[in-house]
């Protein structure tokens, strides 16, 4: 089982009272990740670049780890308290790689049981 890191860079605007997260570009290296991530904040109000370490054989990853921050991004919270939703979940399955934000506050549509 080969252990991998990856190198991700996502925009963010303001939306709605809110940040939507766009699109997420994964990188070769930390440093193309970097400059991809100030090629990102041209024209978005902030970018995250992030690694994510896992086992892509197993489909097994940790949390993301923050690189560099430019401009307005949502924060990640990596050991919410007890009985909190995290802000941030990721999808590294076969159909790529998806950094998107969970609302805490939605506890409607949360199936805890399936957790």
């Not at 979940?89 to 950094?99: E, H, L, Y």
């Amino acid at each position: 089982m080969a252990r991998k890191t990856i190198y991700c860079a996502q925009a963010f605007w303001h939306r709605r009272g809110g940040l939507i997260g766009g699109e997420v570009h994964q990188f070769l290296n930390r440093e193309r990740a970097v400059e991809g991530g100030q090629a990102l904040f041209t024209g978005a109000h902030g970018v995250a670049v992030f690694s994510v370490v896992g086992y892509p054989d197993i489909d097994l990853w940790e949390e993301p780890r923050m690189v560099e921050v430019y401009g307005d991004v949502p924060a990640i919270e990596p050991d919410p308290p007890p009985g909190d939703f995290a802000y941030f979940k990721i999808d590294c399955s076969a159909a790529g790689d998806v950094w998107t934000q969970v609302d805490p506050w939605a506890v409607d549509g949360v199936d805890e049981e399936a957790a």
